[in-house]
């Protein structure tokens, strides 16, 4: 499990922040340790599909740099 820095769990369709507030998007996808291969990344982190960018893969060490905040979750 990955979490925000206010302790919110990550989870497929959060709505997010990204570049220190500046950039809204949307989380596809959650990387956990043990799909670090399957992704052919090096470490842990999420997918998030936004508007200017595309899909953007930010690794757990990133998230405070890249200011990643959650801003709301839907309905499950």
Not at 56 to 66: E, G, K, T
């Amino acid at each position: 499990m990955l979490f925000y820095a206010n302790g919110t769990e990550v989870k497929v369709g959060d709505s997010v922040m990204i570049e220190n507030g500046r950039t809204p998007g949307t989380v596809v996808d959650v990387v956990g340790p043990n799909d670090i291969a399957g992704f052919n990344v090096d470490e842990a982190g999420v997918m998030i599909k936004s508007a200017p960018f595309g899909l953007v893969f930010i690794a757990v060490s990133m998230f405070d740099d890249q200011g990643i905040v959650f801003v709301t979750r839907g309905e499950t």
